[in-house]
């Protein structure tokens, strides 16, 4: 079983790895024996992130990124195929919500900031669409690869007020199966594509949503968690062997499917 669930030394591509749900996918893979590429636009926590890496021994790569310029994310893919020759694994976790693209509880959609609407659709979906233009392509050459899309409980339900966020994420579900038809059918089953919808572990993106300056939860919050079986907020490390098991052959016949880890709110109302 452990051989099922072996990712040691595929070459494994992480946008937005220095944020902190990509720091964690980082380490664990690369504990677990993978070659981890940390794509981010940080250089600063990105190259310190890989620093500590290295120093607990693992195979880690940072490379400065925009994951909305193609042309960067081509020079990126020059390196990581003169390094090691191939692309295994890319996970697009390069995304979350902005500040600006929120309407407030006391504004409507009529005072939506149309272009703060567009930046966060930018950055998540097109985020996800331009590295996947990108780095599928030594994929679908080797004829074996797999995309793993960060999703969003937001694309399953729409929430209150992050409208472009949730709409941004319900089309990067879509592109999840699109591209798991695209791919599969015209280059071959070697290649999958599949995503993750985690629900609400407190990040950067959305900390300013869930808690209050002094560290106590917003209403929002306690909104959440009221409608999350669990009770709780998830840890990143808990999105871990969901992730484990799509990136490895323990999956091999799984393609085209967007997995919420979300301690049940998805499946419950009232
Ligand atoms: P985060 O803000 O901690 O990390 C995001 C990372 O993306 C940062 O390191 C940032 O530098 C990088 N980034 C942003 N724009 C970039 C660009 N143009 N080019 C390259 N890198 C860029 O966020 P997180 O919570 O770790 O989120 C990771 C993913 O998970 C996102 O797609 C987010 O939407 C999704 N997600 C998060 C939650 C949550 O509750 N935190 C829930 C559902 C989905």
């Known amino acids: 079983m452990s051989n099922l669930f072996?990712?040691?030394?595929?070459?494994?591509?992480?946008?937005?790895?220095?944020?902190?749900?990509?720091?964690?996918?980082?380490?664990?893979l690369a504990s677990e024996g993978a070659?981890?590429?940390?794509?981010?636009?940080?250089?600063?926590l990105g190259n310190e992130l890989v620093d500590?890496?290295?120093?607990?021994?693992?195979?880690a790569l940072f490379l400065e990124t925009d994951v909305l310029n193609k042309e960067i994310l081509e020079q990126n893919k020059l390196n990581i195929m003169q390094k090691y020759g191939r692309i295994d694994v890319l996970i697009n976790a390069a995304g979350g919500n902005m500040p600006g693209a929120t309407i407030a509880p006391d504004k409507t959609i009529f005072d939506l900031q149309i272009d703060a609407f567009k930046k966060v659709v930018d950055l998540n979906l097109f985020g996800t669409v331009l590295p996947t233009m990108v780095f599928a392509e030594p994929m679908v050459n080797s004829k074996k690869g797999c995309i793993i899309n960060i999703s969003s409980e937001s694309a399953l339900r729409p929430l209150t007020r992050v409208a472009g966020y949730g709409a941004a994420k319900a089309a990067v579900s879509n592109f999840t199966k699109y591209?798991?038809?695209?791919?599969?059918t015209k280059f071959g089953p070697g290649l999958r594509v599949n995503a993750i919808a985690p629900g609400f572990f407190i990040t950067e993106q959305n900390r300013d949503l869930l808690l209050n300056p002094d560290g106590s939860y917003t209403d929002r919050s306690k909104t959440i968690l009221a409608h999350t079986p669990f009770n709780r907020f998830g840890e990143p490390e808990e999105l871990l062997g969901t992730?484990?098991?799509?990136v490895s052959d323990a999956s091999?016949?799984?393609t085209g499917v967007v997995i919420p880890v979300d301690g049940g709110f998805d499946a419950f109302s009232i």
């Open 252 to 254: 091999a016949f799984v």
């Open 52 to 59: 500590s890496m290295i120093a607990k021994g693992y195979d």
């Open 6 to 28: 072996s990712i040691k030394d595929r070459v494994v591509i992480i946008t937005g790895g220095c944020g902190v749900l990509g720091t964690s996918m980082a380490n664990h």
């Open 243 to 246: 992730l484990q098991w799509l």
């Open 179 to 184: 591209m798991a038809g695209e791919l599969a």
């Open 35 to 44: 070659k981890v590429v940390i794509l981010d636009r940080n250089a600063k």
